[in-house]
């Protein structure tokens, strides 16, 4: 078995495709969005939803932008907490 450093460097790792969401709203929340985007396609011309749908897509951009730069400080933030918890260790553990 790898270890979880080799996996990652290997691209084995890869939580952007990995994660999804618990929560039981994500799936009803989804739904309400396809429903929505439906009804805009039926009362905007294709052109207006061509234009909506790019405005979309920006957002979902940004969304995921977002996402990854908190994943990172998330990451960062908890090696600092374990580094931090590693360190006094000495002071919690006496020779």
Not at 2 to 17: H, K, N, Q
Not at 58 to 72: D, H, P, T
Request: with cysteine.
């Amino acid at each position: 078995m790898r270890s979880i450093l080799e996996a990652l460097y290997c691209g084995d790792i890869r939580p952007v495709e990995t994660i999804v969401p618990t929560d039981p709203e994500y799936r009803a929340l989804n739904r309400q969005i396809s429903e929505a985007i439906k009804t805009w396609e039926k009362k905007l011309s294709a052109t207006e939803f061509n234009q909506l749908e790019e405005l979309l897509d920006l957002r979902s951009k940004s969304g995921s932008m977002y996402a990854e730069v908190s994943f990172i400080h998330g990451f960062q933030l908890g090696a600092l907490m374990m580094t931090e918890v590693y360190t006094a260790r000495d002071e919690l553990v006496s020779s």
